[in-house]
């Protein structure tokens, strides 16, 4: 399906100016600090080749919704579904089970075109690292492909009026757009970077720009605008700062200057400027664009996770390497091909059938790997998560806050292997006290609601996990009042204190940027926790047992336990173990399950 519009090799120069700004930024934000602002590049112009290509059509009358969508799923889906399949299998090698777990929920938001919202709504409460989050990238994806489901409707009704009241209203909107994310910028800049409605303006803008009079024109208008742009869009990657408030006012630096560059060039123009833009390499670059920015983020995330200790400069030829050789395949061998096939008339059946299989595999494979490696009972929509309801054997209990559901995925494995149900009423959140009578009337729901399920339940052993230093009152009352009303109804109560917390030079990008076990506990943390512990285990006794796990994370010398003897990260976060962490007190638990039993 051959385009509508005339080829223009300045625009894949353009593009490959806009990909390479964003490569160096992640390769190393402080050589390029505003190099992020290329994705503002490709709204721009994403918006303007689409609006011309849906104007071109419709002047022939030959646009068609079906045409449109058929474009994009052969434009955007093989190459995704590449990398997505690639991305999650890595996953399974490389990261943890909670970090597989983020994985899958964000393969599902991915192919959902949702990874934005996503985003928007995952909060702070867990340490989050970008090298966990493999798919962080393709929430510029998803806010294109949230407009494009809009905009050709929009630009068909408006069609039918005349062309001066379409581009009043695209520009209304536009403006509507750009007043919303000023404001949001001020108010809540995380969402004004993620919504749709806060980063419309910029394809608005290249829409916009598509159908003003005299764009149909083989040679450029302005000749002087293409040098402008460039000047402009070189100032936006050194001087805009997203900590200085971003998008906001700043965004509209590389949305002008990629606009200046459009009006200044053509398919026949024959400027220096528009030659450098339409050189071979550039082109190339451009023609690669897509497949490099699909690539860049997971192979940068995994190199980075997988080779801390690796120094700075041999993970940046890693990262160069392999995304070059994997953007190289994806463009030949799937990206170009299959982008030619579907778009021909035969394969509008098979385009919409991959896209429909696509979601029916994507979105419930990913909440699969993430409810198998993550087990927290916010997933489940009764707030509780059954498992093995036909084992006879007797029934096991999880409860608590995250540190609970860390240690979610080994209580299910080891009641698995023991012959026990199991129930977790573990839920990740921040304040919610889901296992003490609360002194919120938020906190007083939950521990009501935790407690009609144990009565339910009447579990023969009852597991407590918490990150008791919080949680726990200066002289113990609350959880003596949880001990209380829980020691009639399960046959064992099996509390597990609290593991060290990790400094802040523990962090996996702290090692990268040079930090070296052993690490140490802060001290006021440590005393603290401590003292939360000692409390807990002075509840032992009669049918409670607590699990000290406090020597199975420190080394001889003291430091914190970083790896297991096979190289496997400990620790999720600072605070919270990692899945092969939570392993280190299987045998401790099922010591005390045994000897209940």
């Keep these: 399906m051959a385009s509508s519009i005339a080829y223009r090799p300045t625009i894949d120069g353009l593009r490959a100016i806009a990909i390479l700004a964003v490569f160096v930024f992640h390769l190393h934000g402080s050589w390029l600090p505003g190099g992020f602002v290329g994705v503002d590049v490709f709204f721009v112009l994403s918006g303007y080749l689409i609006t011309s290509v849906i104007a071109a059509e419709h002047e022939k009358g030959s646009f068609s919704l079906r045409k449109f969508y058929q474009r994009r799923i052969a434009r955007l889906l093989p190459a995704f579904l590449t990398m997505a399949t690639a991305t ?48 962080l990238h393709c929430w510029s994806l998803s806010v294109e492909e949230q407009f494009y489901l809009l905009y050709p409707l929009l630009l068909i009704f408006l069609r039918r009026r005349s062309r001066r009241m379409m581009i009043g209203v695209m520009a209304g909107l536009m403006l509507a757009s750009l007043a919303a994310c000023i404001a949001m910028t001020k108010l809540q800049a995380s969402w004004a970077f993620y919504l749709l409605p806060t980063r419309a303006w910029e394809l608005l803008a290249g829409g916009l720009f598509a159908l003003l009079p005299g764009r149909e024109s083989d040679k450029p208008r302005f000749k002087w605008t293409p040098q402008l742009g460039i000047l402009l869009l070189l100032a936006s990657f050194g001087l805009v700062r997203e900590a200085r408030g971003f998008p906001g006012y700043q965004a509209l630096l590389p949305v002008i200057a990629t606009l200046c560059v459009l009006a200044g060039t053509g398919p026949n123009g024959d400027s220096k400027l528009q030659r450098i833009l339409a050189s071979p390499v550039l082109v190339l670059v451009g023609k690669l664009s897509y497949s490099l920015y699909l690539w860049h983020w997971p192979v940068f995330s995994f190199v980075d996770y997988k080779f801390l200790m690796l120094g700075e400069w041999t993970r940046m030829i890693v990262k160069v390497a392999i995304t070059f050789t994997a953007a190289a395949l994806s463009y030949r061998l799937i990206e170009s091909p299959l982008r030619v096939r579907l778009n021909r008339p035969a394969a509008r059946l098979p385009a919409f059938g991959i896209l429909a299989a696509s979601l029916l595999i994507c979105i419930p494979a990913g909440i699969a790997i993430q409810n198998a490696n993550y087990i927290n009972a916010s997933n489940g929509s009764t707030g509780k998560l059954s498992f093995n309801q036909k084992q006879k054997t007797g029934s096991i209990v999880l409860m608590g806050d995250s540190h609970g559901s860390m240690y979610g995925q ?63 009152d200066p002289k113990g009352q609350r959880l003596d009042q949880a001990l209380e009303a829980l020691r009639p ?70 430091g914190i336990r970083y790896w297991d003897p096979q190289g496997h990260l400990l620790y999720h976060d600072r605070t919270h173990l990692s899945g092969y962490g939570a392993q280190q007190v299987k045998a401790l638990l099922e010591k005390e399950i045994k000897s209940g039993s």
């Design 489 to 558: 109804l399960a046959r064992k109560i099996i509390l597990i204190t609290q593991p060290p917390m990790l400094p802040p030079a523990a962090t996996r990008e702290a090692i990268r940027q040079g930090a070296r076990p052993p690490f140490s506990e802060e001290q006021a943390k440590h005393t603290a926790r401590l003292a939360a512990n000692s409390r807990v285990l002075s509840k032992a006794g009669g049918n409670v047992a607590v699990i000290d796990c406090e020597s199975l994370f420190h080394d001889s010398d003291g």
């Design 410 to 472: 080994m209580v299910k494995q080891l009641s698995e292997e023991l012959g026990y149900r199991l129930t977790v009423i573990s839920v990740a959140s921040g304040d919610a006290l889901p296992l003490l009578p609360g002194p919120t009337p938020a906190g007083e729901s939950q521990w009501t609601q935790s407690l009609e399920t144990i009565q339910q339940d009447a579990p023969d052993f009852l597991i407590l996990a918490c990150s008791w230093q919080g949680k726990l």
């Design 88 to 135: 999650t299998v890595a996953a399974f090698f490389i990261y943890s089970p909670q970090d597989l777990a983020s994985t899958g929920g964000n393969l599902a938001a991915a192919a959902a075109s949702a990874t934005n919202v996503k985003l928007m709504l995952q909060g702070t409460y867990f340490e989050l690292s970008p090298d966990a989050e493999p798919f």
